[in-house]
């Protein structure tokens, strides 16, 4: 079953303990991406990445890192979290052909800063 | 510069009416696609439509269907005869050149039996 996969689905933390986001596929996509979504902001893109050994700022990358070493892992590491960071996570893996495209999205990881 | 725009931030809608949800984007690419995903109360983020800015050829699927005019930016979304299980936020997108995504802030949908 093709599917993006997240963990941990929900965490607590304390403000400056470094965390770590995994975010894995299995369809062997090269393209994948990392969202933050906030009430009345939408989903805002973090970082994405374009093959492995690649990856780009997206909208709102302050505070983020993320790291592509292989094909179906694109893990979103918060060195010192802060409370303004909590949020919902969302990764998503893209698949792209001619004129068509598709993202998958993993289920959500719901993270609290306090 | 990007951005995608959903004034509608709620609606509410006795079942089996028809609802339009409205979806304004600005880009200065030529190229671009746009988007409609549903968020259900479970909280996951499901696919609807794609379409690329090539094609503005409407789309009708079931209940569902899209109206994509690039004169005046717009990729509407309308529901026909809605349904309780169609209570949900719906997120318009942009994807631009390089794979970056925008999303509009979503509206919430509200069906009442």
């Known amino acids: 079953e093709a599917q993006v996969t997240q963990n941990p689905r929900y965490l607590i933390t304390v403000t400056g303990k470094k965390l770590t986001v995994t975010c894995s596929q299995n369809?062997?996509?090269?393209?994948m991406s990392w969202y933050r979504q906030d009430p009345g902001l939408g989903l805002r893109q973090i970082y994405y990445s374009m093959n492995v050994e690649v990856t780009d700022k997206g909208d709102v990358p302050e505070g983020y890192k993320v790291s592509r070493k292989e094909k179906r892992n694109f893990p979103l590491i918060l060195e010192s979290p802060s409370p303004n960071q909590t949020s919902l996570y969302f990764c998503?893996?893209?698949?792209?052909w001619g004129r068509g495209y598709e993202q998958y999205f993993g289920p959500g990881t719901r993270l609290t800063v306090t | 510069a990007q951005k995608v725009t959903q004034a509608q931030t709620e609606i509410s809608v006795v079942e089996k009416e028809d609802v339009t949800l409205d979806c304004v984007y600005e880009?200065?690419?030529?190229?671009?696609?746009l988007f409609w995903y549903k968020q259900p109360p479970s909280g996951e983020l499901v696919f609807l439509i794609r379409r690329n800015s090539f094609d503005e050829q409407n789309e009708i699927s079931g209940r569902y269907s899209w109206n994509f005019q690039k004169s005046t930016s717009s990729f509407n979304f309308t529901i026909t005869a809605s349904q309780v299980v169609d209570s949900a936020v719906y997120f318009c997108?942009?994807?631009?050149?390089?794979?970056?995504?925008?999303f509009g802030t979503g509206t919430s949908l509200t069906v009442i039996p």
């Open positions: 880009t200065r690419d030529t190229t671009y696609y």
């Open positions: 369809m062997n996509h090269e393209y």
């Open positions: 998503a893996s893209i698949v792209s």
């Open positions: 997108a942009l994807r631009v050149t390089g794979n970056q995504f925008y």
